[in-house]
């Protein structure tokens, strides 16, 4: 009598996790619009540098400050993959907490980043000359760590990079030679293509 319904027990909570990964996989109670697009890829970048104050100049970076400047990345395209579960809190969350949908290209990128290079088009200090990478002094933040490191440190640069933001990367360290520079960010993608972008003459005060 007892092994009966320890069985029965046992069934019925096998079916009730059957039935929990079914809802979790058909979203019967996230009604999420069906997502084919699970990829994105850009085929330009833009050079912003942040001001501190509008009292700035543009593109200036006053003393004792770090620039701050974003990589914005333009002409997003979302591309099709194999489909994938829109929907995947089983139906116990759902009914506790706000049904939270995948959007296009939430899988990330569809070429990854292989490498970035940024360099100045004028001799930034003694140890670094007009066109050499500044990749040693600029940091960024790691979405992985969550941590600011060195660009020159982070493995995966894919990482970076979201359909919904762009990144952003910080100098503390001065130019001590030239105090205007123009700099070059250079994206290098796994399929060989690499986005170029040039920014406006940045001032160091």
């Not at 699970?38 to 050079?47: A, L, V």
């Not at 990128?109 to 490498?115: E, M, N």
């Not at 960010?185 to 160091?204: D, L």
């Amino acid at each position: 009598m007892q092994k009966s319904l320890l069985k029965k027990i046992s069934f019925l909570f096998c079916l009730g996790a059957f039935l929990i990964l079914v809802d979790a996989c058909h979203g019967s109670n996230c009604n999420c619009p069906e997502i084919t697009k699970h990829f994105f890829d850009f085929q330009s970048t833009n050079i912003e540098v942040q001001r501190t104050s509008i009292d700035i100049p543009e593109n200036t970076i006053t003393a004792g400050t770090r620039a701050n400047i974003s990589v914005v990345l333009e002409d997003i395209e979302f591309l099709v993959q194999a489909e994938m579960s829109t929907c995947r809190r089983p139906w116990f969350i759902n009914s506790a907490m706000a049904c939270s949908c995948l959007g296009e290209g939430n899988e990330g990128l569809k070429f990854p980043v292989t490498d970035i290079r940024i360099f100045s088009n004028a001799d930034y200090s003694a140890e670094i000359n007009a066109g050499e990478l500044l990749n040693d002094i600029i940091k960024i933040d790691n979405p992985l760590t969550g941590e600011e490191e060195l660009l020159s440190a982070i493995e995966d640069k894919s990482s970076l990079f979201s359909q919904y933001s762009d990144f952003r990367i910080f100098i503390d360290t001065p130019p001590t030679l030239d105090s205007i520079h123009m700099l070059t960010v250079e994206i290098e993608k796994e399929n060989g293509v690499i986005i170029t972008s040039e920014s406006m003459p940045i001032t160091w005060l």
